[in-house]
């Protein structure tokens, strides 16, 4: 997926392009990342979609069944899966930091994947984020934004 315009997704022409950048979501994987982070329901996503960009219902369901491809794809058979790891599995996440974290919602790995892509890999606004969600140190926090980094970098 790597640095992919938006439009490169299925159902995203230039207009909802534009719509979508216009939001922030100028990457692909910016895009992802909110598909993860709604754990890729199909549902919520169309909604969200159709919400934020105005678009019909067939592009927001090409798009979600692109995603939902690419998912199926990436997460679950590369060298390191990611699929429905725990969100323990990351670098800097313990049990109590897991806990906290799966009682906000983001209780699988993926997800916090979701919400480092929709922060577009930026290692402050995640590092940030995470301190203040769960209460991790500045450590454990940079730990995880290093480790799903590196996962971006390698398969994404």
Same mark, same amino acid.
């Given at each position: 997926?790597?640095?992919?315009?938006?439009?490169?997704?299925?159902?995203?022409?230039?207009?909802?392009?534009?719509?979508?950048?216009?939001?922030?979501?100028?990457?692909?994987?910016? !895009? #992802? /990342?909110?598909? @993860?982070?709604? +754990?890729?329901?199909?549902?919520?996503? =169309?909604?969200?979609?159709?919400? &934020?960009?105005?678009?019909?219902?067939?592009?927001?369901?090409?798009?979600?069944?692109?995603?939902?491809?690419?998912?199926?794809?990436?997460?679950?058979?590369?060298?390191?899966?990611?699929?429905?790891?725990?969100?323990?599995?990351?670098?800097?996440?313990?049990? !109590? #930091? /897991?806990?906290? @974290?799966?009682? +906000?919602?983001?209780?699988?790995?993926? =997800?916090?994947?979701?919400?480092? &892509?929709?922060?577009?890999?930026?290692?402050?606004?995640?590092?940030?984020?995470?301190?203040?969600?769960?209460?991790?140190?500045?450590?454990?926090?940079?730990?995880?934004?290093?480790?799903?980094?590196?996962?971006?970098?390698?398969?994404?």
């Amino acid at each position: 997926m790597g640095e992919k315009p938006v439009t490169d997704l299925a159902g995203i022409g230039e207009v909802l392009g534009k719509r979508l950048e216009s939001k922030g979501f100028d990457k692909a994987y910016v !895009v #992802l /990342g909110q598909f @993860l982070v709604l +754990k890729k329901n199909q549902e919520l996503f =169309v909604e969200w979609l159709k919400d &934020l960009s105005g678009a019909n219902a067939k592009q927001a369901k090409d798009c979600c069944q692109c995603l939902g491809e690419w998912c199926d794809q990436f997460l679950s058979l590369s060298t390191t899966p990611m699929g429905e790891k725990p969100v323990t599995d990351l670098a800097g996440i313990g049990e !109590v #930091l /897991g806990k906290r @974290l799966e009682s +906000k919602g983001f209780d699988k790995a993926y =997800v916090v994947l979701g919400q480092f &892509l929709v922060l577009k890999k930026n290692q402050e606004l995640f590092v940030e984020w995470l301190k203040d969600l769960s209460g991790a140190n500045a450590k454990q926090a940079k730990d995880c934004c290093q480790c799903l980094g590196e996962w971006c970098d390698q398969f994404l």
